[in-house]
T-cell receptor, first 113, second 114 residues
């Protein structure tokens, strides 16, 4: 069964901490994405990557960075966590080309206190 | 640009009621259309998809037909169950514009009561 695995389901961090959210896929997908989901705002794209070592800003990249050193792994980094980054974070991957849709991980609920 | 508009929720139905969740889209090319479902505390799962006009996607009793003339992809189910309670997202992927990204609607929360 194909999978996107996010390393933590729940995470609590303190304001100012550097936070790493990890995502691994086993489907040899080229494309990977990070979203955050907040009530009333739907899914908002933070960053995405079409290939190893490539990254593109999404709609809300401020306060975040990403790393893609290997094809299967896409990490989201909160450089200095703030309370307004408390959210559900969703990772997804897809095969190049459209029509296939995304496969999502189970999500990480991050609380910054 | 591309956009997806879904009916606002929340939607509350009794078990065995008929469900319709409306979805309309704007796209510059020839989109594929998707419905995703998110159960409480989980990520999104692909529910069904359609890749060209007049295609019907179906899964788990849910159906949606790609209507190019009305730019719509409404989700329907004839008899909902409590286990269908979830958030439903409509999305499009536009091949014509060369984009690899999905554009999502804001989601519609469905609650089914016994």
């Amino acid at each position: 069964d194909v999978k996107v695995t996010q390393s933590s389901r729940y995470l609590v961090k303190r304001t100012g901490e550097k936070v790493f959210l990890e995502c691994v896929q086993d489907m040899d997908h080229e494309n990977m994405f990070w979203y955050r989901q907040d009530p009333g705002l739907g899914l908002r794209l933070i960053y995405f990557s079409y290939d190893v070592k490539m990254k593109e800003k999404g709609d809300i990249p401020e306060g975040y960075s990403v790393s893609r050193e290997k094809k299967e792994r896409f990490s989201l980094i909160l450089e200095s966590a703030s309370t307004n980054q408390t959210s559900m974070y969703l990772c997804a991957s897809s095969l190049s080309g459209t029509g296939e849709g995304y496969t999502f991980g189970s999500g990480t609920r991050l609380t910054v206190v | 640009g591309n956009s997806v508009t879904q009916m606002e929720g929340p939607v509350t139905l009794s078990e065995e009621a008929f469900l319709t969740i409306n979805c309309t889209y704007t796209a510059t090319g020839y989109p594929s259309l998707f419905w995703y479902v998110q159960y409480p505390g989980e990520g999104l799962q692909l529910l069904l998809k359609a890749t060209k006009a007049d295609d019907k996607g179906s899964n788990k009793g849910f159906e949606a037909t790609y209507r190019k003339e009305t730019t719509s992809f409404h989700l329907e189910k004839g008899s909902v169950q409590v286990s269908d309670s979830a958030v439903y997202f409509c999305a499009l992927s536009d091949r014509g514009a060369g984009s690899y990204q999905l554009t999502f609607g804001k989601g519609t929360k469905l609650s089914v009561i016994p």
